[in-house]
């Protein structure tokens, strides 16, 4: 089977065109030194059941009590999606067995969740200027405590219960089914976890568990009713929700094509094979007898704490790219680049600030993303852990700008940075690499590179221009890449006629 890669995704079956409906369930971990009923710690990393309140245990008589600070970063989100808020939501419990859950139920909200709808906007292609966004809806935000953990490689016969992640807060965000390719279902969870980290309400850290993705996908003939769907459980990587949206839909058209059916269950992703497996029935709402939790009273929200959580955003993504478009002059990719994670934008901002007038945006931004996002990669850094700071980079960028460096010496100054953590001017003045436009100086070289080839000289003067590059680089070489290109340019003009 084959399949395009774009919006226009399809699935050629032998009995013709498939088309892919797809949906996520994205659990956030809430940014919470506490969890979401008890005052227990949150920390990533700590030995297990060192973070385990006696309500997190279940022990009887222990009553929830809910922290604030996981409602209201759960509200921000929701602001930040432009999504409704509902002043009066309630909690709800759902019921059933598993060793990772002390109570024997979740307390989660399935009636009356937090937030409502919401949208995100997404846009498969930033270096194409004509790619037109897609908006995602997103059905509801609800509030819900995690499950623990279980260990079961820790011993040859038995497994072992971490509780560390009992009753830690998470945000389910369950979009709509509007997603139509792998490709628009990575870019939803890549926009997402970027909205999430500049609002600070989950630092989107897959790698960790902190954010996961449960994917719901389903074929049908296009323009037909929505197929039957599967659920792949806890994916967590927006590599391995593509691979796995593009595994389960290729499955699901074999199934159909075949004459079979597909039945409605939860899947596993296994990443070694790229290949998704059965792992349960699918459950229904009323197999988990949810009812609303007695021991908690509803939540009701008043004016004033709403002000509050939307006084406390951040500029948005969005926002941020579309005032580098206009208010910097910066191309629409570059500025897609620069935002699309909350780090980099904050160290591109202190990069101006500490540049000034005398470093233009549009030489800062080309600067970021070539030079240092080239060397952080080679060095397998992130942006957060660079070696040059944003005062470094400035200082580098003035040099360029008043031309006491040329292009070429200031890579080579940048790379001394990197090495020794020593800012361009102290580089510049120990190893002598001001650019020079002395044109006595500049004119000698000139001279004598044009004596050394003077059969080029003729043919330069017999018409063939190209030649012209020959004599730039010949004179740059010999003055060590210290000339000005300007200078250097305009003199070669004048002595080869």
């Known amino acids: 089977m084959k399949s395009d890669d774009m919006s226009d995704y399809r699935i050629r079956g032998a009995t013709g065109d498939w088309e892919v409906v797809i949906g996520l369930e994205v659990h956030a971990q809430v940014t919470s030194n506490a969890k979401l009923f008890s005052g227990a710690a949150t920390a990533f990393g700590a030995e297990p059941n060192t973070q385990v309140s006696l309500v997190d245990a279940a022990m009887p008589g222990m009553l929830p009590t809910p922290n604030r600070e996981c409602i209201r970063q759960a509200v921000r989100t929701g602001m930040a999606i432009d999504a409704v808020i509902n002043k009066w939501s309630r909690f709800d419990r759902k019921n059933y067995f598993y060793a990772d859950l002390p109570q024997g139920y979740q307390i989660s909200q399935l009636?009356?969740?937090?937030?409502?709808?919401?949208?995100?906007?997404?846009?498969?292609?930033?270096?194409?200027?004509?790619?037109?966004?897609?908006a995602i809806g997103v059905e509801r935000i609800h509030?819900?405590?995690?499950?623990?953990?279980?260990m079961h490689d820790q011993h040859p016969t038995r497994s072992y219960v971490d509780l560390n992640r009992s009753g830690v807060a998470l945000m389910e965000?369950?979009?709509?089914?509007?997603?139509?390719?792998?490709?628009?279902?990575?870019?939803?969870?890549?926009k997402l976890r970027t909205i999430l980290r500049y609002v600070g309400s989950c630092d989107g850290n897959m790698d960790q568990g902190s954010m996961r993705a449960d994917v719901n996908v389903s074929v049908r003939r296009p323009g037909e009713e929505f197929g039957t769907r599967t659920e792949t459980k806890?994916?967590?990587?927006?590599?391995?929700?593509?691979?796995?949206?593009?595994?389960?839909a290729n499955?699901?058209?074999?199934?159909?094509?075949?004459?079979?059916?597909?039945?409605?269950?939860?899947?596993?992703?296994?990443?070694?094979?790229?290949?998704?497996?059965?792992?349960?029935?699918?459950?229904?709402?009323?197999?988990?007898?949810?009812?609303?939790?007695?021991?908690?009273?509803p939540l009701e929200l008043d004016d004033a704490f709403l002000e509050e959580c939307r006084a406390?955003?951040?500029?948005?993504?969005?926002?941020?790219?579309?005032?580098?478009?206009?208010?910097?002059?910066l191309s629409a990719y570059n500025a897609a680049v620069l935002t699309a994670e909350?780090?980099?934008?904050?160290?591109?901002?202190?990069?101006?600030?500490?540049?000034?007038?005398?470093?233009?945006?549009?030489?800062?931004?080309?600067?970021?993303?070539?030079?240092?996002?080239?060397?952080?990669?080679?060095?397998?850094?992130?942006?957060?852990?660079?070696?040059?700071?944003?005062?470094q980079g400035a200082e580098l960028l003035k040099l360029v700008a008043d031309g006491t460096l040329s292009g070429t010496?200031?890579?080579?100054?940048?790379?001394?940075?990197l090495e020794t953590g020593q800012g361009a001017n102290a580089i510049v003045e120990e190893r002598g690499l001001k650019q020079t436009s002395d044109t006595g100086a500049i004119e000698a070289v000139i001279a004598a590179v044009m004596e050394k080839n003077a059969d080029k000289v003729a043919d330069y003067r017999g018409g063939k221009d190209k030649l012209f590059g020959f004599f730039v680089g010949q004179t740059m070489k010999a003055m060590g890449g210290k000339a000005n290109p300007g200078v250097v340019n305009d003199l070669l003009k004048k002595a080869l006629g």
Do not use: C
């Open 111 to 134: 009636y009356h969740p937090l937030v409502g709808e919401g949208v995100v906007e997404i846009v498969l292609d930033e270096k194409d200027p004509n790619s037109v966004p897609k």
């Open 143 to 150: 509030v819900e405590q995690d499950a623990g953990k279980l």
């Open 173 to 190: 965000i369950v979009s709509r089914p509007d997603m139509r390719s792998p490709a628009e279902a990575g870019a939803y969870l890549s």
């Open 234 to 248: 806890n994916v967590n990587s927006v590599r391995f929700v593509m691979a796995a949206i593009e595994y389960e």
């Open 251 to 297: 499955r699901q058209v074999a199934v159909l094509e075949d004459g079979g059916r597909i039945v409605q269950e939860t899947r596993l992703f296994d990443p070694d094979k790229g290949v998704t497996r059965s792992m349960r029935s699918k459950e229904d709402a009323h197999d988990y007898r949810y009812f609303p939790d007695p021991d908690l009273l």
């Open 312 to 329: 406390s955003l951040p500029e948005l993504p969005d926002a941020k790219r579309k005032r580098y478009e206009s208010e910097l002059g």
């Open 342 to 391: 909350v780090e980099t934008a904050r160290w591109f901002e202190a990069l101006l600030a500490e540049g000034g007038s005398d470093v233009p945006a549009k030489s800062a931004a080309n600067w970021l993303i070539s030079d240092l996002y080239g060397a952080l990669n080679r060095l397998g850094k992130g942006i957060g852990d660079s070696p040059v700071s944003p005062a």
């Open 409 to 417: 010496l200031s890579k080579q100054v940048f790379e001394i940075m």
